[in-house]
Nanobody
Framework: QAQLVESGGGLVQAGGSLRLSCAASGLPFSRLTMGWFRQAPGKEREFVATISWRGDKVDYADSVKGRFTLFRDNAKNTVYLQMDGLKPEDTAVYYC????????????????WGQGTQVTVSS
């Protein structure tokens, strides 16, 4: 049974940094596209970033491009989201996700979700 466990969320001031981790188990991690979504209060869940199974292709939402970096360690079955230059509008619950196929750009393509980790950015 697939399990995704996120960690690393917290409270940070605007301009600060956080690194989120997602540890996966019960699935062939090294052969899977992985990614992150986020959901702010009162808003729909939105795509943040995705990474190919080899880590050679990474895509970001325009809102985080240039500030967030997604990378993975297949030996540790873990994907990381380094978030720099955080803004109050980045405040949300961040979810790790695995798609049904190889494309991960919309919640409808997600097969498995983590439980989420809260990120709060104060102004």
């Amino acid at each position: 049974q697939a399990q995704l466990v996120e960690s690393g969320g917290g409270l940070v001031q605007a301009g600060g940094s956080l690194r989120l981790s997602c540890a996966a188990s019960g699935l062939p991690f090294s052969r899977l596209t992985m990614g992150w979504f986020r959901q702010a209060p009162g808003k729909e869940r939105e795509f943040v970033a995705t990474i190919s199974w080899r880590g050679d292709k990474v895509d970001y939402a325009d809102s985080v491009k240039g500030r967030f970096t997604l990378f993975r360690d297949n030996a540790k079955n873990t994907v990381y989201l380094q978030m720099d230059g955080l803004k109050p509008e980045d405040t949300a619950v961040y979810y790790c996700a695995v798609p049904y196929g190889s494309i991960l750009d919309d919640p409808s393509r997600v097969e498995s979700w983590g439980q989420g980790t809260q990120v709060t950015v104060s102004s």
